[in-house]
């Protein structure tokens, strides 16, 4: 009840979830953050103070960036934001999940925006919005490969294979 309503300081860090919800305000406030000591009181508090920082670490700049995309006050350099088409499904070896391949497409075109070497590289943890409200339902995934069939394209559009992950 408490990380819903917005109070993580007072939860355990091992009840937060791993991933905040994108559009929560408990990563907003860095003054609510533990600072690192010299020592600590016990191996809990150790790791209270680590798991948050890395929490806030990961998935501040994110939410951040994501609400100014919300707000229509995202600076394109911030956050990459593509529009995406499912192009196909596949299933993974030795996995009993499948993977979906997608198309992207840069959503900010200011210019000529091409695909560089390391947009959406093997690994990258993606966020997909998925409801009617932008970022109001979201999936994560990740990126399991970036098939070589890109090389011949003219770098507007990029097909990457995403895998779903479980929350």
């Given at each position: 009840f408490a990380v819903d309503a917005g109070h993580t300081k007072f939860v355990p860090w091992k009840q937060l979830p791993l991933v905040p919800k994108i559009l929560s305000e408990d990563l907003t406030d860095v003054k609510d953050l533990p600072k690192v000591k010299s020592e600590y009181e016990s191996f809990e508090d150790y790791m209270d103070t680590f798991f948050r920082l890395l929490r806030a670490d990961c998935f501040g700049p994110l939410q951040d960036g994501v609400k100014s995309f919300v707000q229509d006050t995202l600076?394109?350099?911030d956050l990459r934001v593509y529009h995406v088409n499912?192009?196909?499904?596949?299933?993974?070896?030795?996995s009993?999940?499948?993977a979906v391949a997608v198309e992207c497409q840069n959503y900010h075109r200011t210019g000529r925006v091409r695909f560089g070497p390391r947009s959406l590289m093997q690994s990258n943890l993606v966020?997909?919005?998925?409801?009617?409200?932008?970022?109001?339902?979201?999936?994560w995934a990740r990126v399991v490969d970036r098939p070589e069939?890109?090389?011949?394209?003219?770098?507007?559009?990029?097909?990457?294979?995403?895998?779903?992950?479980e929350e």
């Amino acid at each position: 009840f408490a990380v819903d309503a917005g109070h993580t300081k007072f939860v355990p860090w091992k009840q937060l979830p791993l991933v905040p919800k994108i559009l929560s305000e408990d990563l907003t406030d860095v003054k609510d953050l533990p600072k690192v000591k010299s020592e600590y009181e016990s191996f809990e508090d150790y790791m209270d103070t680590f798991f948050r920082l890395l929490r806030a670490d990961c998935f501040g700049p994110l939410q951040d960036g994501v609400k100014s995309f919300v707000q229509d006050t995202l600076d394109p350099r911030d956050l990459r934001v593509y529009h995406v088409n499912i192009a196909g499904i596949h299933s993974l070896r030795n996995s009993k999940s499948f993977a979906v391949a997608v198309e992207c497409q840069n959503y900010h075109r200011t210019g000529r925006v091409r695909f560089g070497p390391r947009s959406l590289m093997q690994s990258n943890l993606v966020c997909l919005s998925i409801g009617a409200t932008p970022f109001s339902d979201v999936l994560w995934a990740r990126v399991v490969d970036r098939p070589e069939k890109n090389k011949s394209l003219n770098n507007d559009k990029l097909e990457v294979i995403i895998e779903f992950l479980e929350e």
